[in-house]
């Protein structure tokens, strides 16, 4: 099974975090819309307008082989709050 690779980027730190695996857009939007909904204290929920959601490439589980590709954007973080 391949997976994705995904990160946030920071505006103000003008980085991304550390890549995280998901299934697939979908399931990472919803881990994303997860800690802003469940953690208010969370910077995501605090300052939503400085992060976003991108595509950075993919893992596949039966060779080992991670190929990627120019982040690519999927998500203001700003537009899951109050979805």
Known sequence: MKKVYYAIYDRKAEMFSAPFLEIK????????????INSPDH????????FS????????E?????????PEKLQEIE???GE
């Open 25 to 36: 857009d979908g399931t990472a939007i919803r881990a994303v819309q997860d800690q802003v």
């Open 43 to 50: 910077p995501f929920a605090k300052y939503p307008s400085d």
């Open 62 to 70: 039966a060779s080992g082989v991670i190929t990627g590709h120019m």
């Open 79 to 81: 537009n899951l709050v």
């Open 53 to 60: 959601l991108h595509r950075l490439g993919e893992f596949d």
